[in-house]
T-cell receptor
Framework: DAMVIQNPRYQVTQFGKPVTLSCSQT?????MYWYQQKSSQAPKLLFH???????NEADTPDNFQSRRPNTSFCFLDIRSPGLGDAAMYLC?????????????FGPGTRLTVL | GEDVEQSLFLSVREGDSSVINCTYT??????LYWYKQEPGAGLQLLTY?????DMKQDQRLTVLLNKKDKHLSLRIADTQTGDSAIYFC???????????FGPGTRLSVLP
């Protein structure tokens, strides 16, 4: 059974055209994370939600926003995508924030910016 | 800021052991992780070690931690072609902060 689902798997958008990526989970986990992974690079944490509490990483650009309307869903909004935002976007969840809690990753959404 | 380093490539022959190394700079790291990423897929947690441990073994996987040198290694015994993937080392503090990944080591297993 799929536990962390990301839709779509591939997304194409135009330079400057807002785009939303979605993530859902069936694990009822408290924490949801969004990572950006550029080609041949490590995943980089953008932000995470602990329940409804939003936690932004210090160097995440303002162009990236997130919404978590309920426990199951979390969205990544890119307000004005640039060519440099083309990447794989990974969603992950964990039961809690303590380090012993495993993060479960979705398959990712690959974003192309034309 | 925190930094995690890994060698980028490793090739081994099927049946041999693989050792993937990682160094980190954050002395407050509480948990250290090894993730596996296959092409086009998300990350899969292989194992993790708490900072007060020196070693952890799980079937074919052995993790060694040298906290003094801030060095972490992953040994895969009897490496198989299905082990070909990118392996990421990652570290974090105790409550989710400072979760930092290394650049990943691409393991190629030759027949």
């Amino acid at each position: 059974d799929a536990m962390v689902i990301q839709n779509p798997r591939y997304q194409v958008t135009q330079f400057g055209k807002p785009v939303t990526l979605s993530c859902s989970q069936t694990l009822n986990h408290n924490v949801m994370y969004w990572y950006q992974q550029k080609s041949s690079q490590a995943p980089k944490l953008l932000f995470h939600y602990y329940d409804k509490d939003f936690n932004n990483e210090a160097d995440t650009p303002d162009n990236f926003q997130s919404r978590r309307p309920n426990t199951s869903f979390c969205f990544l909004d890119i307000r004005s995508p640039g060519l440099g935002d083309a990447a794989m976007y990974l969603c992950a969840t964990s039961r809690d924030r303590e380090g012993s809690n495993e993060q479960f990753f979705g398959p990712g959404t690959r974003l192309t910016v034309l | 800021g925190e930094d995690v380093e890994q060698s980028l490539f490793l090739s081994v022959r099927e049946g041999d052991s693989s050792v993937i190394n990682c160094t980190y700079t954050d002395s407050s790291s509480t948990y250290l992780y090894w993730y596996k990423q296959e092409p086009g897929a998300g990350l899969q947690l292989l194992t993790y070690i708490f900072s007060n441990m020196d070693m952890k073994q799980d079937q074919r996987l052995t993790v060694l931690l040298n906290k003094k040198d801030k060095h972490l290694s992953l040994r895969i015994a009897d490496t198989q072609t299905g082990d070909s993937a990118i392996y990421f080392c990652a570290e974090r503090g105790n409550y989710g902060q400072n979760f930092v990944f290394g650049p990943g080591t691409r393991l190629s297993v030759l027949p």
